[in-house]
């Protein structure tokens, strides 16, 4: 059975702004701070520094919160195993139309090819998704093969924070009853938690003004190693993938 879609599935702002393909679209919490979500970038094609977030991926890859899906369609029109998930029925639509394969499901559902991913994408705030972060990168783990690799997108700025926040598309616009509990992790604070569970830090970088950290599952025969350098390693680019990867199926 899986979990009901979330109070993001259900904004209509989101829906409206995605069908659109422009926002103003924000995530408000309840003191009035604002978050803009660039919306216009995320209904484009995949840009320069997606692209080469996708160059580092390695063997069949799982975009956690895909939304309109452009890493998805890219992904498959390199001919890569790609599958897309989330849990907004606008955002699988608009993906499935770009050509990429995408499912309407929370990442905390029963999925295709658990254990089996070779890398897993949390982009464009992902990294939020459920409010818990901990609990997220758990959940990832089970979802990597073993030494599977994760690249996510952090916050510009030096931020752990875990809140209840509205999607809103009018600054002055009364709210919803429909909250849902995010979080928001830059770099430092995601390396944080990462260190305290199953993961090796393998780098991070920034581009484009978008910050991104790789870290790689550890196996039950790896846990004892230290991590791995942060630095940028060109080991972790994009391994062709073989015809016995797992194919996620629908």
């Known amino acids: 059975m899986t979990t009901p879609p979330t109070a993001w599935a259900a904004a209509d702002p989101y829906a409206t702004a995605l069908r659109a393909g422009r926002g103003p679209l924000f ?13 216009e970038r995320w209904c484009a094609h995949a840009d320069p520094v997606d692209l080469d977030v996708l160059d580092r991926c390695e063997d069949a890859v799982l975009d956690v919160g895909c939304g309109p899906g452009r890493l ?13 998930i989330d849990v907004s029925e606008t955002a699988v639509h608009h993906a499935v139309r770009l050509g990429g394969k995408v499912l309407r499901r929370s990442v905390f559902d029963p999925l295709p090819g658990e254990g089996q991913w070779g890398t897993v994408l949390l982009m464009d705030g992902s990294i939020g998704i459920g409010g818990e972060p901990r609990a997220l990168l758990d959940r990832v ?22 809140v209840e926040v509205h ?3 009018v600054v002055d616009r009364p709210m919803s009853d429909a909250a849902f509990l995010w979080a928001r992790l830059g770099t430092p604070a995601l390396l944080r938690h990462a260190c305290r569970t199953r993961w ?18 550890r196996s039950a025969s790896s846990r004892a190693e230290p991590a791995k350098s942060t630095a940028v390693i060109s080991s972790h680019r994009a391994r062709k993938p073989s015809e016995d990867s797992p194919v996620p199926s629908r």
């Open 200 to 217: 090796s830090a393998v780098g991070y970088w920034t581009a484009g003004g978008r910050c991104f950290v790789a870290l790689r599952s």
């Open 72 to 84: 998805v369609a890219a992904l498959s029109a390199r001919g890569r195993t790609a599958l897309g």
């Open 141 to 162: 783990a089970e979802l990597l093969s073993p030494g599977g690799l994760l690249i996510a997108e952090t916050a510009p700025v030096d931020v752990d924070e875990r």
């Open 27 to 39: 995530l408000r919490r309840a003191d009035g701070w604002l978050l803009p979500l660039d919306v």
């Open 167 to 169: 999607v809103v598309d």
